[in-house]
């Protein structure tokens, strides 16, 4: 006869291939059954098994006939002395596995599908296996207790979705290991099989999915809120040995995220999906105890998911709907986790967390003597913690009817979030705009940025639209804006520190739009809306960023106030932007528009008596980092040459040196007219210049204030985006219909133009 474990090998490679077998389901059965006994997983050969069949020479029939209600554990001699009994477990383990893997597995033949279900199902019904499976739980045998743990996973998901009843003693075996916390590898093991379970489930692409879940969770329902209260009420520190606390707490979470985005993406209305949002503190709590690092931060991160509505996106293989029913349920909920996020932060949660991480080696964490590297701080840390004040301060306002205690909240937890950031960026963030945060923070990650920026950019325009009702924000104007510097969720200042971050590159913003991993869409159109209403004050900003390139010493503050002063003087016509030193003899102007006025502001214009002339080849400026893909490329893609001339005559040559300077192409055949950005109707200036220029008294060296700055960039930059999409829409290579991002971008282009040649 053969040997059992040969057996088992064969028919292991064969299910692996998706082969259709040939010899009786019972056959199958009778080799897959696992052997139990009272010391399970024992490493006890086959031959001191108690049962066996088929000894010593005596031929195995081909078919074995067995009884439907039990089959006896069965074990031959091995004829292999190192083909042991936890071998051989390990084995009849990974072929169901492997069976019903193969069973769900959509590229499986049908003939070979039926024949793995077949056999499954004799399994099921005969040999109590899910009994046999829960008793290696608690084997010493770490490798034998997962794999049984998984196995019984996939059995049930395989029962729920052939609509099999699930076994009454698994059940019983859940409920009485859960009613309460106790530290037993029962409780983690059985966490952990409900946990795979539901992520089968959430990966299922067929439209029962809700129905399967609520089936899986209803015997459930009211043990896992007990089971919560339970385990959190915990006193960590008065325990002996924490492993086992640890690995609950982590089993939990893992499971809890799971419920959590089911309350999300699925309408259960179980009991169940709620216990995070009816306890919330819990959960914070748990960060503020003396554990360790890793476990604050998967708490955090999973509060943060919570908020963003981010969690169980990675596990769902259908499509998730970018803009949800409303639920006011779940609105209610997420605004009682924000409520319970925010007096966290009061009590002091920022203080407990464990910003300085390890430096990450390869190969290990750990650094060879010799090798000493000082470890920044954990960035993870630091931009979950900053998207959970913001968010919840977001979610709260959405909520709130009083704009004084907006105000002040914003002033109170925003203050809270710069002060714990301000040791962790070096250098020192306050050196020259307080929005500069968010930038710094999120550099890395980058789908985390722009849910900062969105979030930051709706409280912004939440608090405007309840200042407006009151009209609270036009009397106090400047006020208004220099809290939004102070507190540092000025829009446009966050929007352009971000275009500096990727270096203005139109690519990077296009690679970003055709992305569907980020926000950047639902970000974009909503900042150029803002921007058609706000234009004045971007306008202002984009001079300060201009002015502070060059001096370090003027921060944002000082130049709104400055501002203000210069608009309180009541000058008519043009005035100083500031005087940040004494080089050159160049003299720059900006005019200055009342507040009366509904022109958008500021015409550079420079003074016929320059002296400033232009270094002959000066080297272009460092370009961002380089697209993957060059979308500028085409077929019919050819290089324009913008043909630039002088608006008036009476220009200074410091202009027509400048003109040979900017031959920028700034869009392709068949869209030149619409993407041109009309330079011909505005004086044209220089894109860099080492030359040293003048504001009124002068201006630091390396530096021009002129509409080559930020908002000369930005519009070229969104211009050059305007002109990559409209070829790729043109050719049907762009993913969805951008006409309206488009018709955006060209209002933009129009207000810039009209800014630059009011006339």
């Not at 031929?59 to 936890?86: E, I, M």
């Not at 009991?271 to 360790?292: A, E, G, Y």
Request: glycine fraction near 4%.
């Amino acid at each position: 006869m053969k040997d059992f474990f040969e057996v088992l090998e064969e028919l292991y490679k064969k299910v692996l291939l998706g082969a259709t077998l040939e010899n009786d389901n019972q056959y199958y059965v009778f080799y897959l059954n696992p052997a139990f006994s009272k010391q399970d997983g024992s490493t006890a050969t086959f031959s001191e098994c108690s049962h066996t069949l088929g000894l010593q020479g005596e031929r195995q029939p081909s078919s074995v006939n067995l009884s439907t209600s039990s089959v006896a554990p069965v074990c031959l001699k091995s004829s292999s002395p190192t083909s042991s009994a936890h071998e051989i477990k390990l084995l009849q383990l990974t072929v169901i596995k492997v069976l019903v893997t193969r069973i769900l597995a959509v590229e499986t033949e049908f003939l070979a599908k039926e024949k793995y279900k077949e056999i499954i199902k004799i399994l099921l019904e005969s040999a109590d296996i899910d009994s046999k499976l829960t008793c290696m739980f608690e084997n010493q045998d770490k490798l034998l207790a997962h794999m049984a743990a998984n196995c019984l996973a996939l059995l049930l998901y395989f029962q729920l979705k052939e609509k099999i009843a699930l076994s009454n003693s698994w059940i019983a075996f859940c409920q009485k290991n859960l009613s309460e916390y106790s530290e037993s590898n029962k409780v983690i093991y059985c966490l952990w099989t409900l946990t795979v379970v539901m992520k089968e489930i959430f990966k299922d692409t067929c439209s029962q999915k809700t129905e399967i879940l609520k089936q899986f969770l209803t015997p459930f329902d009211s043990i896992f809120e007990g089971f919560y209260n339970s385990l959190f009420s915990q006193h960590f520190e008065s325990h002996q040995d924490t492993s086992k606390t640890v690995n609950s707490l982590i089993c939990f979470l893992e499971m809890l995220e799971l419920l959590t985005a089911s309350r999300i993406h699925l309408e259960l209305h179980c009991t169940c999906q709620r216990i995070f949002f009816l306890k919330p503190s819990c959960v914070l709590d748990v960060i503020t105890w003396p554990i360790q690092a890793f476990v604050k931060r998967k708490f955090i991160i999973f509060v943060k998911k919570c908020l963003l509505w981010k969690l169980g996106e990675d596990l769902c293989r259908g499509s998730v709907p970018s803009f949800r029913p409303s639920d006011h349920h779940l609105e209610r909920d997420m605004l009682a986790l924000a409520d319970a996020v925010l007096q966290a932060v009061a009590l002091g949660l920022l203080r407990t967390l464990s910003v300085h991480g390890k430096p990450s080696c390869f190969g290990g964490g750990e650094l060879q003597p010799g090798c000493e590297q000082v470890a920044g701080p954990d960035h993870v840390i630091l931009r979950a913690a900053s998207l959970l004040i913001i968010k919840s301060l977001e979610i709260k306002f959405q909520n709130c009817a009083s704009v004084t205690e907006m105000q002040v909240d914003l002033q109170r937890f925003m203050s809270e979030l710069l002060t714990f950031l301000k040791p962790h960026l070096q250098p020192s963030l306050w050196s020259d705009n307080p929005c500069e945060w968010l930038s710094r923070v999120f550099i890395e990650q980058d789908d985390d940025m722009l849910e900062a920026a969105k979030t930051s950019m709706g409280i912004y325009l939440t608090l405007t639209r309840k200042c407006e009702a009151t009209e609270s924000l036009t009397q106090e104007r400047e006020l208004w804006n220099h809290h939004t510097h102070e507190n540092g969720y000025n829009p446009h200042c966050i929007f352009l520190f971000f275009l500096k971050s990727v270096g203005f590159d139109s690519t990077m913003l296009l690679d970003f739009l055709i992305s569907s991993e980020t926000c950047f869409l639902e970000y974009f159109v909503r900042y150029l809306k803002l921007l058609q209403k706000d234009w004045d004050e971007f306008f202002i900003i984009c001079k300060y960023f201009d002015v502070t390139e060059s001096n370090d010493g003027i921060t944002v503050c000082d130049w709104i106030s400055s501002l203000v002063q210069d608009r309180h003087s009541q000058q008519v016509g043009l005035h100083p932007l500031a005087a940040l030193g004494s080089h050159g003899t160049a003299h720059t102007w900006v005019s200055g528009a009342s507040d009366a006025s509904s022109e958008p502001p500021t015409q550079v214009v420079m003074a016929k008596e320059t002296q400033t002339t232009l270094q002959a080849n000066h080297p272009s400026p460092p370009q961002a980092s380089q697209s993957l893909v060059d979308y500028d490329s085409s077929d019919d893609s050819d290089v324009e040459s913008t043909g630039l001339c002088l608006a008036n005559g009476g220009q200074t040559s410091l202009y027509q040196e400048a003109m040979q300077k900017i031959q920028d192409t700034v869009g392709t055949s068949g869209d030149k007219k619409r993407h041109n950005l009309e330079l011909q109707s505005k004086p044209p200036v220089p894109k860099e210049s080492t030359t040293p220029v003048s504001v009124d008294c002068a201006i630091a060296p390396e530096s021009i204030v002129s509409e080559v700055g930020m908002s000369y960039r930005t519009v070229k930059c969104f211009d050059e985006l305007q002109g990559a999409v409209s070829r790729l829409q043109k050719k049907n290579l762009f993913p969805y219909n951008p006409t309206a991002l488009l018709k955006l971008l060209k209002q933009i282009e129009a207000i810039y133009n009209k800014s630059m040649n009011p006339l």
